[in-house]
């Protein structure tokens, strides 16, 4: 155990925590080496992450400052996004119908498990002072199965929000009849994960401080198409990931079906960010503004890569026995989150060559944090919700399910 972890180990645990976000939050700061996106995702960062405005009583009010563009000739303007309006028409489904709601869950269940055991590395647990019994095993991977999809959830709230901003703030027409399906496809997630977490799990996590730091951002950027670049390229993707790895694990009837209908909504979602950025990007941006867009989203990649830390879970299960560092080592390389990031990043890096932003600059900053090998996959324009479900179906993960 380092010292600070010791020393900080003889405090109350109230204020333990405290101390952790701050350390969260210091390191957040001091991880953005770019001063416009210090200045961009710093303030964020001390509303998420110091006064942790996503935790207090049980609502947050976020400012926000979009200029909605009006267009009173009503062109026909995108004919792509006109054909993914379409599509989106055809795609719509019920909640009430489209899911099994009357199958009983039972989150303790050994032999319909929602998170396969090998999901996490419960030995390493062991080897830090904290062990569990098989009846508290899977009671731990029910506290952390209800964590993300209580970050779902949140997540959906916020998409639900900024799919709303967009639609008002895209300049293409036909992007905006789009975008009215997607706010009810959002509304309609919202729907489902939280009828799940009430019904069948009964228990609802608060928001992650570092996904309420994105959201907070991105809700306040005025730039329309900082928007779309958070939400429906990099939050977005990183809901692809981790819906597919958890649809490709679960074994609950209920919650396959679920995340099986959301990932059909979410393909189109990502399709139609690869489609407004890739011609914005092309056509508007000066070298600068390009330079900030690809920063911003290098350091955002790796906020999601490094920051989803159950540190509610840990709060709950094992503070004061585990070090934070340690529970940050145990997180980072449990097969099922390693999983999870190949998922999410093997769709997000493909987006981002398609709009763009992969320039010859970025690339060694991808490569030295491991991101390339992905670089060659197929991008949401490229690929049909069926054949990404298909490969899930198919695809041989690391996770022994
Ligand atoms: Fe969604
Ligand atoms: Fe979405």
Redesign the pocket.
Known sequence: MGTIDHLTGLLPARMRSQLGAYAEAVGLLTEMRDPRVLASLGPSGVRGLILQRGKQNGHSLVPTQNTAHFDWRYPNDHPEMRELYTRAKHGQWDADTAIPWHIDVDPLDYDVPILPEGFLDIGQLAEAGVRLDRAETARFLYSITSWMLSQFLHG?QG?LFA?AQVTEAVPFFDGKLYGST?VM??GR?VEVFHRYLDEKLNKVYKINDNLFVIIDALMRDSRWDMKFLG??IMV?GL?LGAFGTLYRLTKEPVLRQLLKMVIQ??AR??HYGVLALRDHFAKNLSDAERREREDWTFEVALLMRNRFMAWEVYEEWAEGTMSRNRWKYFVMNSPGMEEFRTVMFSRLVPNLRAIGLLSKRMLPHYERVGLLKYMNGASADQLTAEKMLTDLDEAGGRVVD
């Open positions: 959906e998409a799919a997607q496809d959002e997630h939400m429906q977005e809901a909504d979410e979602h990502v």
